[in-house]
Nanobody
Framework: QVQLVESGGGEVQAGGSLRLSCVAS????????MGWYRQAPGKQRELVAV???????NYADSVKGRFTISRDNAKNTVYLQMNSLKPEDTTVYYC?????????WGKGTLVTVSS
């Protein structure tokens, strides 16, 4: 089993910054990708950013230029630096890991951006 633990959520004013962290532990075989999704009430979970092993990254159009994903492979940790936050970024953010085709999710961390 693989466990993902997120941290770094909280409340910030519009225009501010937050940094999310997610540490993976347990029986990790081979990480294909790590990333972040978010889900607002009543909406589908959507991709925010993903870091694919090998170096490529993908971002949702809504966060390009504002959010940056990075990984520390030695620590099995993924980060999401969120700058220029907007009220519409308010929701729960979930860490995601693809371990050799098996998907794992964290419990989520709440980000609240006030106007």
């Amino acid at each position: 089993q693989v466990q993902l633990v997120e941290s770094g959520g909280g409340e910030v004013q519009a225009g501010g910054s937050l940094r999310l962290s997610c540490v993976a532990s347990g029986s990790i075989f081979s990480i294909n990708a790590m990333g972040w999704y978010r889900q607002a009430p009543g909406k589908q979970r959507e991709l925010v950013a993903v870091s694919i092993s090998g170096g490529s990254t993908n971002y949702a159009d809504s966060v390009k230029g504002r959010f940056t994903i990075s990984r520390d492979n030695a620590k099995n940790t993924v980060y999401l630096q969120m700058n220029s936050l907007k009220p519409e970024d308010t929701t729960v953010y979930y860490c995601y890991l693809d371990d050799f085709g098996m998907d794992y999710w964290g419990k989520g961390t709440l980000v609240t951006v006030s106007s």
